[in-house]
Structures are given as structure tokens and as C-alpha cells.
């Protein structure tokens, strides 16, 4: 059996877990698990809330740990308990990743020191604050860490990962049941390729001020846990 945890808290961005859940669901002998800090309902940023599985205290040991992003993740990143349990999970886990911002929970519990990783583009440059070597791809693979950039791209780290478990032909026949061939309406899904205006306001509109947040609450981490590890 192979358990997968995501990791769930508030104003989590549904879409990067529920996106590899259904296909890391479909690994052969998978089990998957939600935790969170309580049973209680966690409300989602789309306007519903999911049950978790398990809290914290009470929740099995990872093979693969699952981090999502949201705009919760500012101030989950002030909680010592989902900062503890992330990295009491990565210590026995074979492969630690995370989607979106789900990163800097990872960075925040020391798991990115000095590694290459992913995220949003609208928080990559605030990669460095948790000792990581930005990488600009939809997923990064360093060892046992594999990270993936914005929501959308949790579906292609969950395939590469079913390739890594299962081989290519299982993660190809998985994308092919879900159809899962993107044919996006416009082409603009990341900022090297929308038109600037788009980009531009969007980020005065949401992003300036949410990844201005963001790296207040990273500020305030203590520093040596998201430094490299000496050369």
C-alpha cells in the first residue's frame, strides 16, 4: 500500500489537491488521506469546505506527502502545529512535494534548503526567503521533492509521479482515462506568453498585495530553517 496525505487548511486552493488527488487515487494500491489540524470542516477558496480524514495527532505516516497552495498559506505559515507536522511526515516519507504555494510550507519546515524547486509565478521571486533555487517550470524534481508550480500544474507533478511509482505506460493510460489533453481557449496561462496588460492588472488586482503578505509571513520565520545547509 502506498498512503498519500494532503495536508488541508483554510482557504486552501482546492484545485491543487483535488487535481492530483483524483489521479494519485488511481495509483495501484494507493490509500489517501486528508489531515488537517482538526476533524472540523475546512473551507476551500471555491466557496464549499471538505472533511479531513484525519487530524494531525491521529493521522498514518506518508509515502507521499502532499502540500497544496492557497491564499491560506500566509497564515498557515504562522502555525506551529502544521509547520511540526510537515516535517515530521517528510522525515519518513519517499517523496515530500508540494503544489503552487504549498512550497513555502515546505521552505518553512525546513525541506527546501538549498534545492530547486517551483511555485506561482506571482510568488517566485519570494522562492529565496526559504533557501531555494528557483526554477521557472510547471515541475521540478530534486531528489525526493518534487514541486510543482500553479494550481493547474498538480495534475502534470501527479503524472510524473505515477510514471516514477508505476512506470510511463501507466501514467500515459491514467491521462488517457481522465482525458487530460489541454487545449486551453486562450494562450496566456503564464506570464511569458499573456499579453502584458492582462498580466499587469492582474497582479495590481490580486497578486501585488497577496505575495506582499506572503513575505511578511515568511519574514517572520525563524531563518534558520529555511537557510541551506553548509557547503
Known amino acids: 500500500m502506498t498512503r498519500v496525505v494532503f495536508i488541508l487548511f483554510p482557504q486552501v486552493t482546492q ?37 479531513p480524514t484525519h487530524d494531525f495527532g491521529e493521522c498514518p505516516r506518508a509515502d507521499v506527502l502532499c502540500v497544496p497552495g492557497g491564499h491560506g498559506v500566509a497564515p498557515a505559515l504562522g502555525s506551529a502545529a502544521t509547520i511540526a507536522f510537515i516535517a515530521r511526515q517528510a522525515e519518513t516519507a519517499k517523496w515530500i512535494t508540494s503544489v503552487c504555494t504549498g512550497a513555502f510550507l515546505l521552505g518553512a519546515a525546513g525541506l527546501l534548503a538549498g534545492k530547486r524547486a517551483t511555485t506561482h509565478w506571482a510568488y517566485h521571486h519570494l522562492l529565496p526567503l526559504v533557501g531555494v533555487d528557483p526554477v521557472t517550470a510547471r515541475v521540478v524534481e530534486d531528489g525526493r521533492t518534487i514541486t510543482a508550480g500553479g494550481v493547474t500544474s498538480g495534475i502534470d507533478f501527479a503524472l510524473t509521479l505515477i510514471a516514477r511509482e508505476a512506470g510511463e505506460a501507466a501514467a500515459r493510460a491514467l491521462q488517457l482515462s481522465l482525458e487530460y489533453d489541454p487545449a486551453p481557449p486562450f494562450d496566456g496561462g503564464h506570464p511569458d506568453r499573456a499579453p502584458a496588460g492582462v498580466t499587469a492588472a492582474l497582479k495590481e488586482r490580486t497578486y501585488d498585495a497577496a505575495a506582499a503578505r506572503m513575505g511578511e509571513a515568511l519574514s517572520a520565520l525563524d531563518e534558520r530553517h529555511c537557510k541551506p545547509p553548509p557547503r
Open 15 to 51: 484545485l491543487d489537491f483535488t487535481g492530483p488527488a483524483q489521479i494519485l487515487s488511481r495509483l495501484p494500491g494507493a490509500e489517501v488521506s486528508y489531515a488537517a489540524l482538526t476533524r472540523d470542516p475546512v473551507a476551500t477558496d471555491s466557496g464549499f469546505a471538505v472533511l
